[in-house]
């Protein structure tokens, strides 16, 4: 069983910043994929960043050069490091793994953790 827990969400100024962090259960280095997503009000859930078990990071054009994604396999943990955030960045963020077996992939979710940035 995969469980994905986020957490570190919260209410912050346009121009701060904010750190996530997704407790992912049992081995982290097994996933072909680890990413956030967000979901804002009235909009699809769109990819945010994502990153490979090779450290290959992909970010959408939106938060390039602001947001940073990392994991630490010791922790089994997840991080997103979002600086400079504006008004926009506003979602419900999900955490996703990603496991390939024999060429199909799995989804995993975690329940989310909401980001609000207001002044």
């Known amino acids: 069983q995969v469980q994905l827990v986020e957490s570190g969400g919260g209410l912050v100024q346009p121009g701060g910043s904010l750190r996530l962090s997704c407790a992912v259960s049992?081995?982290?280095?097994?996933?072909?994929?680890l990413g956030w997503y967000r979901q804002a009000p009235g909009k699809q859930c769109e990819l945010v960043a994502t990153?490979?078990?090779?450290?290959?990071?992909d970010y959408a054009e939106s938060v390039k050069g602001r947001f940073t994604i990392s994991r630490d396999n010791a922790k089994d943990t997840l991080y997103l490091l979002m600086n400079s955030l504006k008004p926009e960045d506003t979602a419900l963020y999900y955490c996703?793994?990603?496991?390939?077996?024999?060429?199909?992939?799995?989804?995993?979710w975690g329940q989310g953790t909401q980001v609000t940035v207001s002044s």
């Open positions: 996703n793994a990603v496991f390939r077996d024999w060429g199909n992939l799995y989804d995993y």
């Open positions: 990153i490979t078990t090779g450290t290959v990071t």
């Open positions: 049992g081995s982290i280095a097994r996933f072909y994929s």
